[in-house]
T-cell receptor, first 112, second 113 residues
């Protein structure tokens, strides 16, 4: 079946540090890929998405590239801020399916 | 634009009591609707989804049930809560054409004592 694996957290960084959160997936066919962010006490917000190989999703300084050859969708940001502290979820959906498959989430804490 | 509402925001209930959580979506028609639970340290678990009025698919056997009495209303219920039902319940929607992507509500935090 389809699955998403993301790096174990928590991740703690200083402000302005470079961020990478790894995400790899297993799927049949060509899924669409997503990163969601959950701020403390809130629901999930869609951060970015990519629907086909080599697509780059970007938003709020975050980027992720759909790499079919490595089945990866790593999240990156060049300079994190304290306000980026949150839990980040990688997810996929298979074409024709109704269901998102989520990774377990990675908690990021950014210290001033 | 579309918005999704959930209520209540927080709920504390005794074991054995009933439950009703409500989710409504505005600004769209015939959405797919989803209930997820997020328990501490366990990630997101899909509980139910619905592609239309009265159509409910259950993903995990449990003492919870879901109903969709109207196009944009999705209700999560239980007749008797268990301690293990505590968690953060999230409703989500997506266009009926397919789940790309899903949009989440603000969530309901449920504590069963």
């Amino acid at each position: 079946g389809n699955s998403v694996t993301q790096m174990e957290g928590p991740v703690t960084l200083s402000e302005e540090a470079f961020l990478t959160i790894n995400c790899t997936y297993t799927a049949t066919g060509y899924p669409s890929l997503f990163w969601y962010v959950q701020y403390p006490g809130e629901g999930l917000q869609l951060l970015l998405k990519a629907t086909k190989a080599d697509d780059k999703g970007s938003n709020k300084g975050f980027e992720a590239t759909y790499r079919k050859e490595t089945t990866s969708f790593h999240l990156e940001k060049g300079s994190v801020q304290v306000s980026d502290s949150a839990v980040y979820f990688c997810a996929l959906i298979q074409g024709g399916s109704e269901k998102l498959v989520f990774g377990k989430g990675t908690k990021l804490t950014v210290n001033p | 634009s579309q918005t999704i509402h959930q209520w209540p925001a927080t709920l504390v209930q005794p074991v054995g009591s009933p439950l009703s959580l409500e989710c409504t979506v505005e600004g769209t028609s015939n959405p797919n609707l989803y209930w997820y639970r997020q328990a501490a340290g366990r990630g997101l678990q899909l509980l139910f989804y619905s592609v239309g009025i009265g159509q409910i698919s259950s993903e995990v056997p449990q003492n919870l049930s879901a109903s969709r009495p109207q196009d944009r209303q999705f209700i999560l219920s239980s007749k008797k809560l268990l301690l293990s039902d505590s968690g953060f319940y999230l409703c989500a929607w997506c266009p009926s054409s397919g789940g790309v992507p899903q949009y989440f509500g603000p969530g309901t935090r449920l504590l069963v004592l």
